[in-house]
């Protein structure tokens, strides 16, 4: 008892004595006023204005007297540490959240990286649009009200021998929208092999359902045969839909129902096929089986739906393509407007959409993923000397974007040693402006260079130097 009485006694006069120092600390701190009249703050009022430094000198002292409180902060700052705490407050607080990334994952469709890089003629396209008004949905000829995606319907249909066009805001607002105004209330059969979830906790299936049709699952996740679909064919069902399985493969014992099969079948049915092709190529890739838009249009697809930032190379868009008849209801449907694409990235697909018509290699997603082996052996080469550590070796870099998943892209990286360890090099490239995203393998720091422009060479030089040095 007595010991206890002691102690507490005693922690009592220690919290005391620590009261006192606190309120030492307290007094000591200047007053914001005083030091917005410093040398040192002036320059920040001409630069960010009195009221903008004046909010951030009182949130780095709130900050400083709750260090004070909670013991975190036992000696009195310096005024002129205060003052660049609040300068670093402001410059940050400048910096915007979307923000460059150099992507030396070896992925050209990253979706956490934003996809396709725009080519220049795209990115012309949006400066001029988006700073005045434009013709988005007027019809210039004629001085009435115009359809917004009149500018790239010909472009579409030209491209891919599709009847009819539209572009929406994603890939996903595409499968909505079609399901939507082509099932709503019916049934649609669906290989149980293709209810792929995407990333990003993206699933067909809840899309489908979204959409106020009912799901019919057929077939085993490695076999789904025609009859399957012919057995599970009842007086409710309107479509059968066909979706690309993105970046999920079933291999070995398999088979699935091709889009020609799928055609016959829905014709004698009076019924629609449905192709969820996801990465929407327009052109064969040489050497790889991954179906065109034209080829699945050819095969009898009714309505083929993809993204427009994935192999197409272009911004975020969805593009439904296929039989008029079916598109006049989709662009009649009240969805429409919640999922309608803006005009800048109007401006940005119309632009890539010419490219492709006219000169393909200009697009940034085409010219990555058929670079020479030599010259991405030199550019890694070129990183290697600028960073002055490491060496180049040969890796294997994919399209990603759940498009030609089995496909590896040859190139090379820069193999770096992780002196800081793996998270602190990973973090100080992440957090840098711009951020440098890229692998690592058995502790080293593996820069993959095929996604890695000319230009961003120098700057990701500087970043890895400085991170693993
Ligand atoms: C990527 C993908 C989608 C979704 O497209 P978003 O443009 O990301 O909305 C849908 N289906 C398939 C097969 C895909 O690969």
Same mark, same amino acid.
């Given at each position: 008892?007595?010991?206890?009485?002691?102690?507490?006694?005693?922690?009592?006069?220690?919290?005391?004595?620590?009261?006192?120092?606190?309120?030492?600390?307290?007094?000591?701190?200047?007053?914001?006023?005083?030091?917005?009249?410093?040398?040192?703050?002036?320059?920040?009022?001409?630069?960010?204005?009195? *009221?903008?430094?004046?909010?951030?000198?009182?949130?780095?002292?709130?900050?400083?007297? %709750?260090?004070?409180?909670?013991?975190?902060?036992?000696?009195?700052?310096?005024?002129?540490?205060?003052?660049?705490?609040?300068?670093?407050?402001?410059?940050?607080?400048?910096?915007?959240?979307l923000?460059r990334?150099?992507?030396?994952?070896?992925?050209?469709l990253?979706t956490?990286l934003g996809r396709a890089p725009l080519a220049e003629e795209a990115i012309a396209a949006v400066v001029d649009i988006a700073g005045g008004?434009c013709n988005l949905?007027?019809?210039?000829?004629?001085?009435?009200?115009?359809?917004r995606t009149q500018s790239i319907e010909p472009l579409l249909?030209?491209l891919?021998?599709?009847?009819?066009a539209m572009a929406v805001n994603n890939g996903?607002a595409a499968?909505?929208?079609?399901?939507?105004?082509?099932?709503? %209330?019916?049934?649609?059969?669906?290989?149980?092999?293709?209810?792929?979830?995407?990333?990003?906790?993206?699933?067909?299936? %809840?899309?489908?359902?979204?959409?106020?049709?009912?799901?019919?699952?057929?077939?085993?996740?490695?076999?789904?045969?025609?009859?399957?679909?012919?057995?599970?064919?009842?007086?409710?069902?309107?479509?059968?839909?066909?979706?690309?399985?993105?970046?999920?493969?079933?291999?070995?014992?398999?088979?699935?129902?091709?889009?020609?099969? &799928?055609?016959?079948?829905?014709?004698?049915?009076?019924?629609?096929?449905?192709?969820?092709?996801?990465?929407g190529?327009l052109?064969?890739?040489?050497?790889?089986?991954?179906?065109?838009?034209?080829?699945?249009?050819?095969?009898?697809?009714?309505?083929?739906?993809c993204s427009g930032d994935k192999l197409l190379g272009g911004p975020q868009a969805g593009l439904?393509?296929?039989?008029?008849?079916?598109?006049?209801?989709?662009?009649?449907?009240?969805?429409?407007?919640?999922l309608r694409l803006d005009k800048m990235s109007l401006a940005a697909l119309e632009a890539t959409l010419m490219l492709h018509r006219d000169s393909p290699?200009r697009i940034p997603v085409m010219r990555m993923?058929?670079?020479?082996?030599?010259?991405?052996?030199?550019?890694?080469?070129?990183?290697?000397?600028?960073?002055?550590?490491?060496?180049?070796?040969?890796?294997?870099?994919?399209?990603?974007g759940?498009?030609? *998943? !089995? !496909?590896?892209?040859?190139?090379?990286?820069? @193999?770096?040693?992780?002196?800081?360890? &793996?998270?602190?090099?990973?973090?100080? &490239?992440?957090?840098?402006? *711009?951020?440098?995203?890229?692998?690592?393998?058995?502790?080293?720091?593996?820069?993959?260079?095929?996604?890695? @422009?000319?230009?961003?060479?120098?700057?990701?030089?500087?970043?890895?130097?400085?991170?693993?040095?």
């Amino acid at each position: 008892m007595v010991g206890r009485e002691y102690s507490s006694h005693f922690a009592v006069g220690i919290a005391a004595m620590l009261s006192q120092e606190r309120k030492g600390l307290y007094r000591s701190l200047p007053q914001v006023q005083r030091l917005l009249e410093t040398d040192r703050a002036r320059p920040l009022c001409a630069e960010f204005g009195r *009221p903008a430094v004046t909010d951030a000198l009182r949130s780095v002292m709130k900050d400083t007297r %709750d260090g004070i409180a909670e013991g975190a902060v036992s000696s009195a700052p310096a005024p002129h540490a205060l003052v660049d705490e609040a300068a670093a407050r402001l410059v940050k607080r400048r910096q915007r959240g979307l923000r460059r990334a150099i992507n030396a994952t070896g992925i050209v469709l990253h979706t956490n990286l934003g996809r396709a890089p725009l080519a220049e003629e795209a990115i012309a396209a949006v400066v001029d649009i988006a700073g005045g008004y434009c013709n988005l949905e007027f019809d210039v000829a004629s001085g009435t009200r115009g359809s917004r995606t009149q500018s790239i319907e010909p472009l579409l249909t030209g491209l891919t021998g599709a009847d009819s066009a539209m572009a929406v805001n994603n890939g996903a607002a595409a499968i909505l929208l079609a399901l939507s105004g082509l099932a709503a %209330d019916a049934e649609v059969i669906v290989s149980r092999g293709e209810l792929v979830e995407i990333g990003g906790g993206f699933r067909v299936g %809840d899309i489908i359902q979204q959409g106020g049709a009912r799901l019919v699952e057929v077939g085993a996740t490695n076999k789904t045969r025609l009859a399957d679909y012919v057995r599970a064919i009842g007086p409710a069902t309107r479509v059968l839909l066909k979706v690309h399985q993105s970046n999920f493969r079933t291999i070995g014992f398999t088979g699935h129902t091709s889009i020609a099969e &799928l055609s016959s079948l829905a014709r004698e049915r009076g019924l629609l096929v449905v192709a969820d092709l996801g990465s929407g190529l327009l052109r064969s890739v040489a050497g790889s089986a991954e179906p065109t838009i034209r080829q699945a249009l050819a095969e009898g697809a009714d309505i083929v739906t993809c993204s427009g930032d994935k192999l197409l190379g272009g911004p975020q868009a969805g593009l439904i393509l296929g039989q008029s008849a079916a598109i006049d209801i989709l662009r009649k449907h009240p969805l429409l407007r919640a999922l309608r694409l803006d005009k800048m990235s109007l401006a940005a697909l119309e632009a890539t959409l010419m490219l492709h018509r006219d000169s393909p290699e200009r697009i940034p997603v085409m010219r990555m993923m058929s670079q020479p082996e030599e010259l991405l052996r030199r550019r890694a080469q070129r990183l290697c000397e600028l960073v002055g550590d490491g060496f180049v070796e040969r890796s294997e870099a994919f399209a990603g974007g759940g498009s030609l *998943p !089995e !496909e590896r892209i040859a190139s090379f990286s820069l @193999s770096l040693p992780t002196p800081k360890g &793996l998270e602190a090099t990973a973090g100080l &490239l992440r957090g840098g402006s *711009p951020a440098v995203v890229c692998r690592f393998k058995d502790g080293r720091l593996v820069a993959d260079i095929l996604a890695v @422009s000319d230009e961003e060479i120098a700057d990701l030089a500087d970043r890895l130097r400085a991170a693993v040095t």
